[in-house]
């Protein structure tokens, strides 16, 4: 996954979030558009739109951007970090057995979701379905158990520990059918999870989940309108040729794209902006 926009009504507001809080290193900032990331990768792209209105709550649109840690200990950091400068935001915590998750809400009501992988050895697959539950995960005893003396300062400075990037994008949707009808038949991730008709989970590579779809909050939602909230979502394909083959496989289906030379975005149902380019 490459970086998730956001537009953002206080654009200094949301820096200090990300960067004082979360432990993003702010990369750029150059004017109305602010790049956060860690060395040199972006993962937060933040543009000042302030003259745009918040979404109505149950509109399709983002429901959480997914910042994967290397170690439990730089995740650790992270929490501490936004448990203490913002502590407000915090929405709930879960051990979802093939990773360990912390859940917050910036301060313009984005989801932010902070987590670390457990090795992929451990995870359980049964005919392309990988085991995910909701376990309750004690944030304090997290902390008890992996914040070090390290991870204590670097909390205090906003700097963080390790690397951290996008590990996977959750959308709010209208609903799951139409969802699966993109992203995995037209789009050509692999379905990994389904909870029922409320949710799904897609991947490439055998990861647990690139992306989510679910109607928890926006079950018959249509298309968004410009608003505050999801900009766009970038996903990374390895190769020119791997986009040229995506091209060439949305136009079979009839999806409208726009390309720049270097990437191609697509509109899914729900208006969410997919923009897709080559990693090399």
Known sequence: MGPVTLR???LDAMIR??????????LSHDGPVAVLGRGGVPAMILQHAPELKHASPRSAGLFHTAILFDTREALATALLSVATKHPGTFTGSADHLVSE????????????ELYFDR???TWSWTHGTVEMATIFLDPNGYLREHL???????AAAGTGLGN?????VH????????????YVDRLGFDQTA???????FVSAGGYHHHMAMNTWKSLGAGRRQLALGLGKVEILVPTADDLGELGERMAHFRVPSREDGRTIAFDDPWANVVEVRAAE
């Open 148 to 154: 070090t003396e390290r991870g204590a300062d670097a």
């Open 164 to 168: 951290a990037g996008v590990g996977h």
């Open 17 to 26: 979030y990300y960067r004082d809080g979360v432990t993003l290193e702010l």
């Open 8 to 10: 953002v009504a206080d």
């Open 194 to 200: 389904t909870y029922g008709d409320q949710a799904l």
């Open 171 to 182: 959308l709010s949707v209208g609903d799951v059918a139409s969802a699966r009808e993109f």
């Open 119 to 121: 090795d992929r050895s």
């Open 101 to 112: 998750a912390f859940y917050f809400d910036d301060p313009e009501g984005n989801g932010v």
